[in-house]
């Protein structure tokens, strides 16, 4: 029971309550332990020594280097203050009570601390003797204003020990801390997609791209808290028989607290930023203790990732040659390390890495406990983590560089499809911490599942909306987790490439439509006059142009008319039980000009771009799903495998309707003949050749129409007996861009109240139709440079 809620005539609290104060006053301790007499020695010289100087005694040295304010960095000066004081635990709320000092002994930890008791002690103890944490008396501090006590849990570790973490949720203490800590440092989102980056755009005239780890051994407790606010961090031990009751208290960041993170990434990501300034300088490098121990290859050897074929046209560099990759990641407390070249290259750069590491985080030397570790893991340089391999466990991802393939290793491999047995279709319910649960691990895998960000449209909305604590299992989420099982099944037979994952501006360009009466769209060929833009990577140097050359296609037009009882279910005025809107068709549109591409170029490992004036097809189509399971879930279904089948990225941008003609015009115009039609667009919208009329798959055609009834085909059945089309040849310089994984949105054209716009922004009718691919790549979503690490972090404020 919370202390917030605990009422003065609750007499069994009350009597618990009691009886705890007595035991603490009047009984002679009891040592059941090691942890026992270590805390009452701590008790005895705390009365014979005070506070203050219990602490100092305890915690020693300081982990972190004696010389970090004199390091060429913004951040020094507020590392050195850390080094110094700690960092602050400031609570913007009244003190504790006693009644809820004691209620929160009296509860006791979590439930899963109590079930690795013997464990959690001999830890704690552990961590005692390496001067991380101090285990006293509850009596000895129960009248501290500043005390505060939170329960541990404990949870378990694939191949290693369990992992104790602290619930600061619970008591409410990561509520009430105020947000001082600097959040800027956090720098560690998008850093797998920046190493993805980084390889793929890799000038391979070097060779293929190595990799390596760092670990920092007990990072978060690498760090003090300031002393006076260690009380307020507490932590409740398991209590045995007889035994007076046990707090804990962190010398170091505790896993749980919320200010934790910002504050030790302000310590590795500075180390990153010295290891990457040093590369950059091509700084020589002493040699680092490490060297030998760093070149045991991983144990065990990774498996074997299966070649993949590239397309027949493959992408060629059509840029000068740039240097050999060299730079660091740091994702919290795990360096990375990327590099080209040769052996004594990489060693440099593996000798900055750690150097880096060393500036920050004191080498250990004769001052030092016994019991202190490394700072760099000793333990996962012996599994082989420091050695430069080209195929790598990154952030929980198997990454090969040679084959440009990424895939699940195979313990998350076989977590997935465990994962997805948990739910047979007899299952008719699940407890809404276990959905959330599904969600949020397959949401981590679909990375290297292409296709998989289509199929939780169902998933999310089964989500119960009134707050209920079940989920109910329908047709449908049974429908889409079979569709999961599929791609599951597929993990070993399709390695996913980079090339799939890793957004380029589009080699394709076009707008589709759709009305009442049917769809169409346009599909238009490179103009040759756009501008390209080189971007910078990770250490400032040019990026590697990787550009696929594709196929030069002519310009192409397609429609095709919705048969009557879909138009008869449209959403209308005069229709508004219809079960199908028009942004249903917009969408629906939306699919079909991929597939009319898809029957006249090779899409494989391709980017394509479709403007659309439709909102919603926007939105749907970028976030790849809906919370509804309506026949929108059904259309992202079917597009998601689209994409997965013909292995390309599609991506949408907005585009002004009165700027859309052409495609209106294919949705609108049934008046007119396909040969008429194309006699229209060619005196209209010329182009250097002669329009193509091209017409919809019948197969393509059911599905869609399938989808829009929200009739469910099977995905091993939907392009069943296709084959994607295979071109060779060469179009000439493509218009993409260096890559991105981020896409920079359009400007809103919504206006405050209070501004005057401009004519025309509001204004429609004076824009004109665009004719050339040029016109329309002024509308199209740009993509900018994937947001790399900060060069030189610094705090805000000064220390």
Request: hydrophobic content about 35%; proline content about 8%; charged content about 20%.
């Amino acid at each position: 029971m919370r202390a917030a809620v605990l009422l003065p005539d609750d007499h069994a609290e009350r009597r618990k309550r009691t009886k705890l104060v007595e035991t603490i006053a009047g009984r002679p301790p009891e040592l059941t332990d090691e942890l026992s007499k270590y805390a009452f020695d701590n008790a005895d010289f705390y009365r014979a020594h005070g506070w203050e100087a219990l602490i100092k005694h305890r915690r020693g040295r300081s982990s972190l280097h004696p010389d970090v304010r004199q390091l060429p960095h913004k951040a020094a000066r507020y590392l050195d203050n850390m080094r110094r004081r700690g960092a602050p635990v400031l609570l913007h709320t009244k003190p504790w009570t006693l009644a809820q000092k004691d209620a929160a002994i009296a509860r006791g930890p979590h439930p899963s601390a109590n079930e690795h008791e013997p464990f959690l002690r001999q830890e704690m103890l552990e961590m005692c003797q390496r001067h991380q944490w101090m285990v006293i008396p509850y009596s000895l501090v129960r009248h501290e204003p500043t005390l505060r006590i939170s329960p541990p849990g404990v949870i378990p570790q694939r191949n290693r020990r369990p992992r104790t973490i602290v619930d600061y949720t619970f008591s409410s203490v990561n509520a009430d801390t105020a947000p001082i800590a600097p959040n800027e440092a956090m720098q560690f989102g998008k850093a797998l997609h920046r190493i993805l980056q980084t390889i793929f755009f890799a000038d391979k005239r070097w060779g293929p791209v190595h990799l390596m780890k760092g670990d920092i051994s007990d990072g978060f407790y690498q760090a003090w808290l300031l002393w006076q606010d260690i009380l307020k961090l507490a932590v409740v031990m398991p209590r045995r028989n007889g035994e007076e009751p046990l707090i804990a208290l962190p010398f170091g960041f505790p896993m749980g607290w919320v200010n934790a993170p910002p504050f030790f990434c302000s310590l590795t990501e500075t180390a990153a930023d010295l290891a990457n300034n040093a590369i950059l300088r091509n700084v020589p490098q002493q040699p680092h203790r490490h060297d030998t121990l760093a070149d045991t290859p991983t144990q065990p050897a990774l498996p074997l990732v299966q070649a993949v074929v590239p397309p027949a046209n493959q992408q060629v560099s059509r840029t000068r040659p740039k240097g050999p990759v060299a730079s660091t990641e740091v994702y919290m407390d795990d360096f990375m390390g990327l590099a080209q070249g040769g052996k004594r290259r990489r060693q440099r750069i593996r000798r900055a890495i750690f150097h880096g590491i060393d500036s920050i985080f004191c080498p250990p030397d004769d001052l030092d406990d016994p019991d202190r570790k490394d700072p760099i893991s000793e333990k996962k340089l012996r599994q082989g983590d420091g050695c430069w391999e080209t195929s790598k466990i990154i952030l929980g991802w198997h990454v090969d560089t040679v084959t440009e393939t990424i895939s699940l290793p195979p313990h998350r491999a076989a977590r997935l499809h465990t994962l997805l047995a948990l739910f047979p279709r007899s299952r008719r319910r699940a407890s809404i911490t276990t959905w959330h649960k599904l969600l949020g691990e397959l949401r981590s895998m679909i990375l290297a599942i292409p296709g998989g960000r289509g199929m939780f449209s169902f998933l999310q909305a089964a989500l119960p909306r009134q707050g209920g604590s079940r989920v109910r299992l329908t047709k449908h989420v049974h429908d889409q987790l079979d569709d999961l099982r599929w791609m599951a099944q597929q993990l070993t037979e399709r390695p996913t490439r980079l090339a799939e994952i890793i957004p380029m501006e589009a080699q394709y360009v076009g707008t589709c439509d759709a009305a009442g009466a049917g769809m169409g769209g346009v599909w238009l060929p490179d103009s040759g006059d756009l501008t390209t833009v080189p971007a910078r990577n990770l250490v400032g140097a040019l990026p590697h142009r990787r550009l696929r050359p594709v196929a030069a296609h002519p310009p192409i037009l397609w429609r095709h008319q919705f048969p009557q009882h879909i138009r008869d279910n449209l959403v209308s005025s005069t229709n508004p039980s219809g079960a199908i809107t028009n942004s249903d068709l917009e969408l629906a549109g939306r699919i079909a000009h991929q597939d009319i591409l898809a029957q006249a170029v090779d899409l494989t490992e391709t980017n394509t771009a479709t403007g659309t004036d439709n909102t919603p097809t926007q939105a749907w189509s970028t976030k790849g799903s809906t919370t509804t399971t309506r026949a929108a879930a059904y259309l992202l279904r079917l597009a998601a495998l689209h994409q997965r089948f013909y292995r390309y990225q599609g991506h949408t941008f907005w585009l002004p309707g009165p700027r859309n003609g052409m495609a209106d015009d294919c949705s609108r115009l049934w008046n007119l003949t396909d040969t008429q039609l194309l006699a229209y667009f060619n005196s209209q919208y010329p182009q250097e050749e002669s329009w193509q009329m091209h017409h919809l798959r019948p197969e393509m055609s059911s599905a869609l129409i399938s989808s829009l009834q929200c009739k469910r085909q099977p995905p091993q059945e939907t392009f069943h007996g296709l084959s994607p089309v295979t071109t060779c040849g060469v179009s000439g310089v493509p218009s993409a861009l260096p890559t991105t994984l981020m896409t920079c949105l359009q400007p809103s054209r919504t206006l405050s109240p209070s501004s005057k716009p401009l004519h025309d922004d509001t204004a429609t009718d004076v824009l004109q139709h665009f004719t050339t691919r040029s016109e329309l790549e002024q509308w199209k979503t740009s993509f900018v440079a994937l947001a790399a690490r900060s060069s030189n972090w610094g705090p805000k404020t000064l220390a």
